[in-house]
T-cell receptor, first 113, second 114 residues
Framework: DAKTTQPTSMDCAEGRAANLPCNHS???????VYWYRQIHSQGPQYIIH???NNETNEMASLIITEDRKSSTLILPHATLRDTAVYYC??????????????FGPGTRLSVLP | EPEVTQTPSHQVTQMGQEVILRCVPI?????FYWYRQILGQKVEFLVS????????KSEIFDDQFSVERPDGSNFTLKIRSTKLEDSAMYFC????????????FGQGTRLTVV
């Protein structure tokens, strides 16, 4: 699985958009980009995923650059409850093995009032 | 909303004792996982399980560990002889298929080995 690089921490004002970058310059053509988050010490929570097109769901938007070497997770209107560690993961989905994610250190996002 | 449930939420055990951590995955899911997170460290993959057998395991998942699906609902992780370094939060997860982007994680069992 390709290695990812994320900033260690970021701050965001409540109500503003939070833009979390991820670098995955060695990503291969069949690797997807997944975003999960972990609030305090709870279990990780799925946010969004994509291959090459931009994606949006009720939680967030995912913008993947055309060369797929980096992506940005956007939380459009951050709330205090979005304070968490955000993980960017790249891997090839494999129906034989399942989703055995490699979690890095992630980005600790602090949403400030 | 369906969820993965884990019991107990916190377990304290003596070094050398056996522990069994229990999980009830979401009912229509076919893939099951155990991850662990040592305090202050990364979430680490331990094992994946499909069709009543281990499909993949990490280097952490040595002979001290085993998993079982004893009935149609429970998924267990057994640590045969616990060590101090096994102290961690253990997360169970499940997904509908191996391709599913969304793995649903439980709230975890905090294991403390003393």
């Amino acid at each position: 699985d390709a290695k990812t690089t994320q900033p260690t921490s970021m701050d965001c004002a409540e109500g503003r958009a939070a833009n979390l970058p991820c670098n995955h310059s060695t990503i291969s053509g069949n690797e997807y980009v997944y975003w999960y988050r972990q609030i305090h010490s709870q279990g990780p929570q799925y946010i969004i995923h994509g291959l090459k097109n931009n994606e949006t769901n009720e939680m967030a938007s995912l913008i993947i650059t055309e060369d797929r070497k980096s992506s940005t997770l956007i939380l459009p209107h951050a709330t205090l409850r979005d304070t968490a560690v955000y993980y960017c993961i790249v891997r090839v989905p494999n129906n034989n093995y399942g989703q055995n994610f490699v979690f890095g250190p992630g980005t600790r996002l602090s949403v400030l009032p | 909303e369906p969820e993965v449930t884990q019991t107990p939420s916190h377990q304290v055990t003596q070094m050398g004792q056996e522990v069994i951590l229990r999980c009830v995955p979401i009912s229509n899911h076919l893939y099951f996982y155990w991850y662990r997170q040592i305090l202050g460290q990364k979430v680490e993959f331990l094992v994946s399980f499909y069709n009543n057998e281990i499909s993949e395991k990490s280097e952490i998942f040595d002979d001290q560990f085993s998993v079982e699906r004893p009935d149609g609902s429970n998924f267990t992780l057994k640590i045969r002889s616990t060590k101090l370094e096994d102290s961690a939060m253990y997360f169970c997860a499940s997904s509908v298929t191996g391709f599913s982007a969304e793995a649903f994680f439980g709230q975890g069992t905090r294991l403390t080995v003393v």
